[in-house]
C-alpha cells in the first residue's frame, strides 16, 4: 500500500462569494469506501450557482466540485469483498459521480431512483482527495477506458443528467427543438437532440458560447439582448412559425422558463430542466396552456442507468467532452475560474490539484 499524506487541500466555501483553500486532514476511509487521489474536476454550473447564491438544501461550511476523475489512492478492506462485479485496486484510473441512491425506499422501487429519499453524495472534489462512500463506489464509480483522458471521462455525470433530461423531452426525428441556454448542459442538450433528428434552435447571451453550440450542430443560434423578443424570434424560425415542438430551458432562469413555455406550438414538450434559485416562481397563462394542450415537466439529475449510457457515448466519441472544456486552472485558483464562468468566460475549467500528473 502506498503511503498517504496525513493532510490535504481543498477549497471550502463558507458562503456566496466566500470559498478558501485549506489544508485539512485526509478523508477516513472505511472498510466500504474507495479514496482517489483527484488528478482533474471540472467546473459545474451548480458549483457556479452554490458560489454565487448558495444552496437550499446545505448550510455552510461545506466542499464543492463534484465532476471529477483520478487515481484510486486506498480500497477499503471489504470493498472487493462486498462488491461482486467490481473489481478496485490502487493506481487504477477511474471517474465518478456526486451521488447515488438506495435501492430500497419507496422511489427507487417506482424508478425514480433521482428523487432517492436516501441518496448519499460525495463530499467535495475541488482537494487533493475525495472520498467515495460505498453507495456511491458500488453504482457510480468506473473504470476510465484506455482511449479517454480524465477529463473527458469527468463529463459523464452532466452528460448523464442531460440524457435523463432528452429521455424525458420526447423528441422525434425531423422535430424542430430550441434549446434556451448554451452553457455546457445546454450544449449537450444540443448534440443529443441532433442525434435524436431533430433541427435544433440554440439561444444564448454568449457569442462565444453560441459558436461552440454551431459547432456541437446547432442548426440556428439566436444571440439574445435585451431589447429583443426572444419567443419571437425563436417562433419566426420554425415552420410557419407555429413554434417549437419540444422546447427546452436550461438557463435555470424563471424569465426563461415562462418565455420557454411560450416558444413551443400547441401540443408541445416543455422541459423546464435549469434549476431556479429558490422562492423564485413563474407565471403561465392558464387559457395557453389549456387550449394549447402544453406538456410542461421539470426534469433533473439522474439514475445509475444514465451514468452508464453516458460513459459509453463519450467512449465512443458521440459526445465531444473535450469541446467543453475552455482550460486548466491550478486548484489554487478555482475562485477565479468560478468567477469566469459567471462572467459568461468559458463553459467548464479543469480544476488541477497540485498532487496531480496532468500540467497546468
Ligand atoms: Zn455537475
Ligand atoms: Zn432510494
Partial sequence: MANLPKTMQAAMFYGPYKLQIEEMPLPEVGPRDVLIQVEATLTCGTDVKKYRRGYPLQTPPYMLGHETAGIVARVGKDVNKSFPNRHFEEGMRVVTTNLAPCHQCYYCKIGMEYVCENMVFISGAYADYVLIPEQVARQNLLPIPENLSYEEAAVIEPLACVIHGIEESYIKPG?????????????????????????????????????????????????????????????????????????????????????????????????????????????????????????????????????????RMIERNDVDAKALISGRVPLADVESALKRILGQDGIKYSIIPSRSGLAV
Fill in 175 to 311: 422535430d424542430t427543438v430550441v434549446i434556451n441556454g448554451a452553457g455546457p448542459m445546454g450544449l449537450l442538450f444540443i448534440r443529443l437532440a441532433k442525434l435524436q433528428g431533430a433541427r435544433v434552435i440554440a439561444t444564448d447571451l454568449s457569442k462565444a458560447r453560441l459558436e461552440v453550440a454551431s459547432r456541437m450542430g446547432a442548426d440556428e443560434v439566436v444571440e439574445v439582448t435585451t431589447d429583443m423578443d426572444q419567443v419571437a424570434e425563436v417562433r419566426k424560425r420554425t415552420e410557419n412559425g407555429r413554434g417549437a415542438d419540444v422546447a427546452i430551458e436550461v438557463t435555470g432562469l424563471p424569465d426563461i422558463w415562462e418565455k420557454t413555455i411560450k416558444m413551443a406550438r400547441k401540443g408541445g414538450m416543455i422541459n423546464l430542466f435549469g434549476g431556479c434559485a429558490s422562492g423564485t416562481s413563474i407565471t403561465v397563462d392558464t387559457g395557453l396552456l389549456h387550449y394549447s394542450s402544453l406538456t410542461i415537466k421539470g426534469v433533473f439529475s439522474y439514475n445509475p442507468r444514465h451514468v452508464l449510457q453516458a460513459m
